[in-house]
DNA sequence: ATGAAAGCGCTAACAA
DNA sequence: TTGTTAGCGCTTTCAT
């Protein structure tokens, strides 16, 4: 009932009349121990509830056995996935994840990013808010590896573990294409974002080669609003409107490529209110695969997001140069970090015409 | 470039040729410094690029500055929002948040339990597994405040924090009743957690209250499947399958009432395929307010959660019984632990005929 | 096989 | 106002 003191090293040294050390040594499992010891250590800690002090072991060790990680929002759903894999990866080597949420701003992120320093974290996996590298780069100087996670950030010179969203868009791109679509369009949302650039150009690319090249007309920014803290990462009205405007425009061997599925939704609404039929209209393909893409009507064609690989492989390379610090050197012939982009898997369903 | 040593208090005070402690006041902001001492201080601390380990000072302080939070599974929306709110309340009392997800297995959280023991944090908030309290009561009786989040777990005396599941299906069931509907079902998962069992309880009540009590045949529960890590937490598809069963069943009259959005999504689905009209030939409501919810054909009556709240209030209660270790003894005149259920909030659409 | 001593980086008495 | 000493709980030399 009492909440009394954790039991330490020393008491239970002194109820066996023994040394601190030798008390450690047992504990820890070294060899200059003799079995009897042991024995004898190992009840008396059970007795008294013993539990190590991670902190007072880090402080000698040198070594938080944790990893910060920088998320802008837990509510986007593919951060949802990627904290969770990367807490269970990180676990299986004996991490314990220190979890920062930066709501897309810089301030916040300068503050994490120093709360972290001074947790002395052992590395850092970050979805960078875009703009602002200082904070990253100190951390990188003191010694904390850092990856970045989903999104690039230009002038840091760290590495990246993300999807491959050029690739993505294209596959995406080429089935619209394939698919009989002339007249396509580009919904997203922040354009300078990385994985959203990355997708322009995986767009690009396939129209080029068609000879369909758009105007940036048909590159349609939805407008980020300001939302309060905890809150959905995007909601399908911020499409909505878009796709009001939109609907009026398609017809027959148009489409359009959504940066995540809830713009696709929004787009639904606003074609359907429009009377519009979805594939035989307009086409529509989203990003992300969330679990209701498959439910709507028609059911969504979407790109599969490898969220459960990313952070797998972000841990991995993480503890790679946590390991080796040198291992920043081996960069590509370029000299520039490297880059993981997994790929993503176009899931095709009934919102895109069949292919002849 | 080379990651040099973190600059302590002791490279302060010998560049300054002042003692470690006098460094340590001037930073910290005590009185005993003489102005110029401490302005001496501060610009070599920043030369330095000093940086406060917390972990030393955590440890002479006995106080880890680190709320423990468990979660399930990130990937529910509900426990995302609720993450990003505890960090956002957490961050303002200065607290760092130390992130441990369960996937609802008794094992892992037995052993995140120990864990955040070995960290020695100073509170825990805990989305608790069903069964198995031992680990719980450890932390209690170690001192470290425990507070339950959304879920109960009975047989553990903790407080709890969460939200008035039996008042929320209550007014569901009522918005159903007054809309005409005499034959109704609940559509949930696990009929054991405590969620889920007050929903059924407030159903019950008002099912009751108009004489229209239904048989356990009404009483829906998806089959739990088990899933990959870091995976959806629900899957439309589960509850599709039982809309098929029901769709044989229902008709003018019937309504459905699912515990989260993602069941509701599956009914819609297996309804349509029958040819039946929402809310027609069959109303529904679910749980959550999810993002896609508004924008279904028809948009979805459902309730929206107050996760923001949840977070907050959860925080707050923590951080009261770690200031007051005594404050656990307050409890209401039962003797059983207090719990602070938040009002959800039905949000009347168009799955639900309007109420004459 | 065990113990003594030192130290990780910091703060808190207590002296000077 | 500043310095000295001690100690948080642990691990790691180095003796014994």
Redesign the interface.
């Known amino acids: 009932?009492t909440?009394?003191r954790?039991a330490t090293l020393r008491d239970i040294a002194a109820a066996l009349d023994l040394s601190v050390n030798t008390v450690s040594r047992a504990l820890a499992g070294k060899d200059a121990v003799s079995e009897e010891t042991r024995e004898r250590v190992r009840r008396e800690a059970d007795r008294l509830?013993y539990?190590?002090?991670?902190?007072?072991r880090?402080?000698v060790l040198q070594n938080?056995m944790t990893i910060g990680?920088v998320i802008t929002?837990?509510?986007n759903?593919f951060y949802?996935?990627?904290?969770?894999?990367i807490?269970?990866r990180g676990?299986v080597h004996g991490y314990?994840?220190?979890?920062?949420?930066t709501?897309d701003s810089v301030d916040n992120e300068r503050?994490v990013a120093?709360?972290l320093?001074?947790?002395?974290v052992d590395g850092v996996l970050a979805v960078p808010v875009q703009h602002g590298t200082e904070h990253w780069e100190?951390l990188g100087?003191?010694?904390t590896p850092v990856v970045l996670l989903n999104r690039d950030l230009p002038g840091l010179d760290a590495d990246l573990v993300g999807v491959d969203y050029r690739d993505s868009a294209r596959r995406a791109t080429e089935l619209l294409v394939a698919a009989g679509a002339r007249d396509l369009y580009l919904v997203e949302e922040d354009l300078d974002i990385s994985p959203v650039a990355e997708r322009v150009r995986g767009f690009r690319d396939v129209l080029a080669e068609h000879g369909l090249t758009v105007g940036d007309d048909h590159l349609i920014k939805v407008p980020t609003r300001r939302r309060?803290?905890?809150?959905?990462p995007?909601?399908?009205?911020d499409s909505?409107a878009i796709g009001r405007d939109l609907a009026r425009r398609v017809g027959p061997g148009s489409a359009v490529l959504a940066g995540n599925d809830?713009f696709a939704?929004?787009l639904?609404?606003a074609f359907?209110e429009h009377g519009l039929r979805i594939p035989g209209d307009v086409a529509v393909v989203g990003h992300g695969d969330?679990?209701?893409a498959?439910?709507?009507?028609p059911p969504l064609t979407t790109v599969r997001l490898p969220?459960?690989q990313v952070?797998a492989t972000a841990v991995d390379r993480l503890l790679e140069l946590m390991a080796r610090?040198g291992a920043r050197a081996e960069r590509d012939v370029s000299g520039s970090p490297r880059q993981i982009l997994l790929p993503a898997e176009v899931v095709v369903r009934a919102s895109t015409p069949e292919v002849p």
């Open positions: 009932m909440p009394r954790r509830g539990v190590p002090n991670t902190m007072a880090s402080l938080a990680l929002n837990p509510s759903p949802a996935r990627l904290i969770s894999a807490e269970a676990r314990s994840l220190m979890l920062m949420v709501e503050r120093e709360e320093m001074r947790w002395g100190r100087k003191s010694g309060e803290a905890s809150s959905q995007w909601d399908p009205i909505y809830y939704l929004g639904y609404r359907g969330h679990p209701f498959a439910y709507l009507a969220a459960a952070g610090p």
